[in-house]
């Protein structure tokens, strides 16, 4: 399966170095290591990696949904259908049963978190295995390109995530590539009306990055344990400090930039599991933190995050240190740029 992008009209450098670096970037994150890396941290030999199927991955992901919505929903479930609904999850995936001669039973949301880490991983690595096979040479890579540190819109960008890193001010930005899948700019332009767009935060690294370029960003491959509290849809950071403080430290880490069109924001302070969609009325949902960014003009009627995080005004109810974005329609993001770091 080959990357489908379409640059941003941005400067970039002489083809023949963005492809360098483009190649080197891609061939690090398909990378044997990694892939053993991230089975050996479920706990899984590095045979699983040959022996995963896309089938077997998406059928254990439609398991794990459906118990998901019944535990989140709150209603009492009978035992049966409790054992019923772990063992189809486990009958998918059986390496994750490890040495349990039967599938453990899944009663809560805090259970099902390693679940979804796992399920998400799995998935992740089918379409890395995808893309390694595909083999560099299919992929169209003068649409994913470097940046040249000479634009402006560059500047921008590395100042906004460099002034909201926190406690992490020594970390710093290798490379930035603009990104664009013409799939996701057709779909975007559906949703652009809601207005408030905004250029947000998402941290991955490992199978995770090499999935979301091959693929895009979607629900399915974004849910992890730590993305149930505000129900099924995609999580976003306004921060850079809160995507380094819990980005695994598998591979390259990555931090992908997307522009959300946001609409109207429902503020959320008390979990909802269950939550499908925004409330009535509303396009997307805020989690607000203890500390929050200001708000500044990127390009074009966008507004992109500025540090340095100042304490959220006191008067106001706050859930953990940094703000949350939730969206729960795929249409309302698209990929515009993917961050390295050094």
Same mark, same amino acid.
Not at 132 to 155: E, F, I, K, M, N
């Given at each position: 399966?080959?990357?489908?992008?379409?640059?941003?009209?941005?400067?970039?450098?002489?083809?023949?170095?963005?492809?360098?670096?483009?190649?080197?970037?891609?061939?690090?994150?398909? #990378?044997?290591?990694?892939?053993? !890396?991230?089975?050996?941290?479920?706990?899984?030999?590095?045979?699983?990696?040959?022996?995963? =199927?896309?089938?077997?991955?998406?059928?254990?992901?439609?398991?794990?949904?459906?118990? =998901? =919505?019944?535990?989140?929903s709150g209603d009492a479930i009978p035992l049966h259908e409790l054992r019923a609904l772990s063992q189809a999850v486990y009958e998918c995936?059986?390496?994750?049963?490890?040495?349990?001669? /039967?599938?453990? &039973?899944?009663?809560?949301?805090?259970?099902?978190?390693?679940?979804?880490?796992?399920?998400?991983?799995?998935?992740? &690595?089918?379409?890395? $295995?995808?893309?390694?096979? !595909?083999?560099?040479?299919? &992929?169209?890579?003068?649409?994913?390109?470097? @940046?040249?540190?000479?634009?402006?819109?560059?500047?921008?960008? *590395?100042?906004?995530?460099? /002034?909201?890193?926190?406690?992490?001010?020594?970390?710093?930005?290798?490379? *930035?590539?603009?990104?664009?899948?013409?799939?996701?700019?057709? /779909? +975007?332009?559906?949703?652009?009306?809601?207005?408030?767009?905004?250029l947000l935060f998402y941290g991955a690294s490992g199978a995770a990055a090499a999935a979301i370029l091959n693929e895009g960003l979607h629900?399915?491959?974004? =849910?992890? %344990?730590?993305?149930?509290?505000?129900?099924?849809?995609?999580? +976003?950071?306004?921060?850079?400090?809160?995507?380094?403080?819990?980005?695994?430290?598998?591979?390259?880490?990555?931090?992908?930039? *997307?522009?959300?069109?946001?609409?109207?924001?429902?503020?959320?302070?008390?979990?909802?599991?269950?939550?499908?969609?925004?409330?009535?009325?509303?396009?997307? *949902?805020?989690?607000?933190?203890? @500390?929050?960014?200001?708000?500044?003009?990127?390009?074009? %009627?966008?507004?992109?995050?500025?540090?340095?995080?100042?304490?959220?005004?006191?008067?106001?109810? #706050?859930?953990?240190?940094?703000?949350?974005?939730?969206?729960?329609?795929?249409?309302?993001?698209?990929? $515009?740029?993917?961050?390295?770091?050094?």
């Amino acid at each position: 399966m080959a990357l489908t992008c379409q640059l941003y009209p941005m400067q970039t450098r002489h083809a023949t170095q963005a492809n360098d670096a483009t190649i080197a970037l891609l061939q690090t994150l398909v #990378a044997p290591s990694v892939a053993t !890396a991230e089975l050996a941290s479920l706990g899984l030999p590095a045979t699983v990696y040959h022996n995963l =199927t896309g089938e077997s991955v998406t059928s254990a992901r439609r398991a794990l949904d459906c118990v =998901t =919505t019944r535990i989140a929903s709150g209603d009492a479930i009978p035992l049966h259908e409790l054992r019923a609904l772990s063992q189809a999850v486990y009958e998918c995936v059986p390496y994750l049963l490890h040495t349990e001669a /039967s599938p453990p &039973l899944v009663r809560s949301l805090l259970q099902l978190e390693h679940l979804h880490d796992a399920v998400t991983t799995l998935q992740n &690595l089918v379409a890395m $295995r995808t893309l390694a096979v !595909a083999g560099l040479g299919a &992929l169209r890579l003068q649409y994913l390109s470097p @940046t040249t540190r000479h634009d402006v819109t560059y500047d921008k960008l *590395v100042h906004s995530l460099e /002034s909201t890193r926190g406690v992490y001010s020594r970390v710093r930005i290798a490379e *930035v590539w603009a990104i664009s899948r013409p799939q996701d700019e057709a /779909s +975007f332009q559906q949703c652009s009306h809601l207005g408030n767009c905004q250029l947000l935060f998402y941290g991955a690294s490992g199978a995770a990055a090499a999935a979301i370029l091959n693929e895009g960003l979607h629900i399915s491959n974004s =849910t992890t %344990g730590d993305h149930l509290r505000y129900g099924r849809g995609m999580y +976003f950071a306004n921060s850079l400090e809160k995507l380094l403080a819990r980005m695994p430290k598998l591979g390259v880490q990555c931090v992908f930039v *997307v522009e959300a069109a946001l609409g109207r924001m429902h503020t959320e302070t008390e979990a909802v599991p269950h939550r499908l969609a925004p409330p009535a009325g509303f396009d997307s *949902v805020l989690a607000p933190g203890a @500390t929050t960014p200001s708000m500044i003009s990127f390009s074009n %009627g966008i507004s992109m995050p500025q540090g340095p995080l100042r304490p959220r005004c006191r008067s106001q109810a #706050a859930v953990g240190i940094h703000d949350e974005v939730i969206v729960y329609k795929e249409d309302q993001i698209r990929l $515009r740029y993917l961050v390295t770091f050094k």
